[in-house]
């Protein structure tokens, strides 16, 4: 094809501006071309028709595709593959920089610091693909890239591409064309036979080659014949390194030395191993550290991994422009997945937190996108080896926002990807530097720049995201909001209380910040819920600074959420349902309205329509254990204790050996008449939380139920000897019913609604649970009924 560049301007010119031709091989024509859209340059590959005509077209792309997958801060990517008058091409990332190769031209042996560092990442690359089953088949110095100091290596899976797509028939023709899977003076021995077992470290070889060249100057053998090459490393040992290259650690030539050796099972058995063996390598620095040290180094590879956007693999021989469309325009759903903290300091994983969430409420206000929950994205937090596609289904999205951060003094860095799980491919990526006061500026261009890839539109027009949406400009009220906002996520009593801190701190700094007196009030809400003791003043508290986050912005569901979360508390139960709905109508996706609500609605005895909301905040939040909770315990009031259990038992698969999940599934199996299961849900509770009364009462309460009498009055003294803390006497309700001690049952829930426990709600039910059926026909439960404003859903209990 003498014209290949005019044949691309005429069928891609519409996506593409070709600028340059590079200096190709016998496998491909490389060019430079401008993504017109998003104004990055690319690299683009295109196969020359005699080796096209040998392939099969679709077998090459599905083996692109399968490389397309690698995500690696050391791996240069495969944007995209198509077709062009039956000629198959392919796109990466254009990197500045040289190769390995031109380095070593320039400047010969490499320092040893230098070599090793090198080396490392490179290992660090082809162990990630070998686990994601992609072999290289061509390490050498020409495919590995420097770029600001970092390596990148190039053309994952290309070679696999081309051996897997050859036609049968054609092998040898391929070889006629000069077409070399491999590169004679880098190839093992297994390799250089072909030997059909050739496997993964058949790269271990030929990285020991290149380790080799790097701190020598040379390759092992030289000066030979192709043919002479091949032979000698059949057959030949290399001479060893630490002759031609005094001074090198000798563990360091040790491994180097291991690599190549002629059977496969003498290597390294795989890079992982190779890797761990070279962080192990002594080495005396004699080059200065770069700044910022092993964190600035993950982080530059990562951002040169993400240098670049992506196009939309073109299916066929249409023009890819046409392609590209169809495929974005479906995408209607995204998870963001927890950004990598790469700074090296444990103290700023909130803030990489805290990006996450930005990202995904600023998203979440795109006109027809779904935005995973929070907990559920959560879930793949350094899960780093789950396919996107795994990750795809279970968060029932079509796209993924992964990526780094990095903090460090008054800069920031953060490289972000947007990718297609239905193939893999990515679909815009991009790195930014900037100032931290310019944080707000990097959310906002990250979440602009994902509506302009997907084509999101409203009225017509392209969706722009302010500063102002963020809702302050000062950063320290935004600092201390996502500190308040990363011990919020991780509950618990003293979690909690940090994060009221933090939110007062943030408003201390900035009084009309209407978000941070949102998480002020949800915080106050919920805290009651994880102490025995909740603040006096919690009520009042929690409506005060909703009413001032609301009095600042009347959009946020999260203030009318703790503001039913409040009244429940209070057993307002009506104007906490009237809130729950505000939330709902305000932000229909936000699952914790959904499941709140329907814990309210099984409180309230309207179990139908608690399923529908429960099951909602499920099908919003499908990795969260709490939904699942909720659900399994308005089904345990219904009597559909199977079913109970079956979603108590998908919340411990999620979040495994949650006390209150085992205290739940103690209460179904209890009620079953699965007592001793229930005795031992119980006591494993009880050995994880060893401070809560409630805990302790529910244990009383089952050692009471199976007969165990001395064992539930030795509980019973330890809650009395407590006194009058929070939750005592519910708790003493519960073990003096099991003991059959109904009068003393009825003081103490008498006690606890007079003084207004949580606990009446939380420990069980009191409309509905079976639990209270001994004392249900005695007319001081209806009375205690009364008091905490439930005697108006008495139509909807079940009789006794």
Not at 188 to 215: C, K, W
Not at 498 to 523: H, N, V
Not at 537 to 566: F, I, N, Q, V
Request: hydrophobic fraction near 40%; aromatic fraction near 6%.
């Amino acid at each position: 094809m003498t014209d290949l560049r005019a044949t691309l301007e005429r069928i891609l010119g519409d996506t593409y501006t070709f600028e340059r031709e590079l200096q190709g091989g016998a496998m491909s024509r490389v060019f430079v071309a401008m993504d017109r859209q998003l104004g990055r340059e690319v690299v683009m590959k295109v196969l020359p028709p005699e080796v096209a005509a040998e392939l099969s077209a679709d077998r090459f792309r599905r083996e692109i595709q399968l490389a397309a997958k690698l995500q690696h801060p050391h791996i240069v990517p495969l944007l995209s593959s198509g077709e062009v008058d039956g000629s198959p091409y392919f796109t990466m990332p254009f990197v500045e920089g040289e190769s390995l190769r031109a380095h070593l031209a320039r400047i010969g042996e490499l320092p040893i610091p230098e070599a090793v560092r090198i080396l490392r990442e490179v290992a660090s690359a082809i162990n990630y693909a070998h686990k994601h089953g992609v072999i290289h088949r061509d390490i050498k110095p020409d495919n590995v890239m420097l770029t600001d100091e970092f390596a990148l290596v190039t053309d994952f899976g290309v070679a696999k591409a081309l051996s897997a797509s050859t036609k049968p028939s054609q092998a040898q023709t391929l070889t006629g064309l000069g077409i070399t899977l491999g590169t004679p003076a880098y190839m093992a021995p297994e390799q250089a036979t072909a030997d059909p077992s050739v496997d993964h470290r058949a790269d271990i070889y030929a990285f020991g080659v290149m380790a080799y060249e790097m701190l020598t100057g040379t390759l092992p053998f030289v000066g030979r014949t192709t043919q002479a090459t091949l032979v000698a490393h059949a057959i030949e040992k290399p001479e060893p390194i630490e002759r031609r290259r005094p001074g090198i650690s000798p563990a360091l030539g040790a491994l180097i030395m291991r690599c190549l050796e002629k059977r496969p099972a003498d290597r390294p058995q795989n890079a992982g191993d190779l890797l761990h063996e070279l962080e192990a390598v002594p080495i005396a620095l004699t080059s200065p550290p770069r700044a910022g040290g092993r964190g600035t180094l993950i982080l530059a590879a990562a951002a040169a991994a993400f240098v670049l956007v992506a196009v939309i693999v073109d299916r066929g021989s249409q023009r890819s422009s046409a392609a590209a469309d169809q495929p974005v325009a479906q995408i209607r759903s995204v998870a963001v997945l927890p950004l990598d903290n790469i700074g090296g300091d444990a103290q700023d994983e909130y803030f990489s937190e805290g990006m996450t969430d930005e990202l995904a409420n600023a998203l979440s206000k795109l006109p027809g996108l779904r935005v995973a929950s929070r907990t559920s994205a959560y879930a793949f937090k350094g899960k780093k080896d789950i396919d996107v596609g795994e990750i795809g289904r279970k968060l029932h999205v079509q796209a993924i926002l992964e990526g780094v951060v990095r903090r460090s003094g008054d800069r920031l860095r953060v490289g972000a990807q947007l990718t297609n799980v239905s193939d893999g491919l990515a679909i815009w990526s991009d790195t930014y530097e900037r100032r931290t006061s310019d944080v707000f500026a990097v959310q906002d261009d990250i979440a602009g720049s994902i509506a302009d890839a997907l084509k999101l539109r409203l009225g017509g027009k392209a969706v722009q995201l302010s500063s102002s949406s963020h809702g302050t400009e000062s950063l320290e009220a935004y600092d201390a909001y996502l500190r308040g906002r990363y011990f919020w996520n991780r509950r618990g009593a003293a979690n909690l209380r940090k994060a009221l801190s933090y939110f007062e701190k943030s408003i201390g700094r900035d009084s009309g910040f209407a978000r941070a007196y949102a998480g002020l009030a949800i915080t106050h809400a919920i805290l009651p819920e994880y102490t025995d003791t909740p603040p006096a003043d919690g009520l009042a508290k929690t409506r005060s600074a909703a009413a001032r986050a609301l009095a600042l912005d009347t959009s946020l569901a999260e203030a009318h959420t703790a503001l039913g979360l409040a009244a429940v508390h209070a057993w307002d139960f009506p104007a906490g349902e009237t809130e729950y709905r505000k939330a709902i109508e305000l932000d229909p996706g936000y699952p914790t309205a959904h499941q709140w609500y329907g814990e309210l609605l099984y409180h309230t005895g309207r179990l139908d329509s608690s399923f529908v909301e429960t099951r909602r905040a499920i099908a919003l939040d499908p990795l969260a254990p709490i939904p699942f909770e909720a659900l399994g315990y308005a089904l345990t009031l219904a009597g559909r204790y199977d079913e109970a259990i079956e979603q108590y038992q998908r919340a411990d698969e999620l979040s495994p050996g949650l006390t209150l999940t085992l205290l739940l599934l103690g209460d179904a199996r209890l009620q079953m008449g699965q007592t001793q299961q229930a005795v031992e849900e119980y006591e494993q509770a009880a050995r994880l939380d060893r401070e809560t009364l409630l805990t302790k009462g529910k244990l009383c309460h089952a050692y009471g139920v199976a007969g165990r009498a001395a064992e539930a009055r030795k509980l019973l003294s330890e809650i009395e000897a407590r006194g009058k803390e929070g939750a005592s006497w519910v708790t003493r309700a519960i073990c003096q019913l099991a003991l059959g001690n109904r009068s003393a049952a009825l003081d103490a829930m008498d006690s606890a609604t007079r003084h207004h426990e949580i606990a009446v709600l939380t420990a069980y039910s009191p409309l509905l649970d079976r639990t209270w059926d001994p004392v249900r026909s005695d007319p001081r439960w209806t009375a205690i009924l009364r008091s905490a404003n439930l005697a108006n859903y008495l139509g909807n209990a079940r009789k006794p």
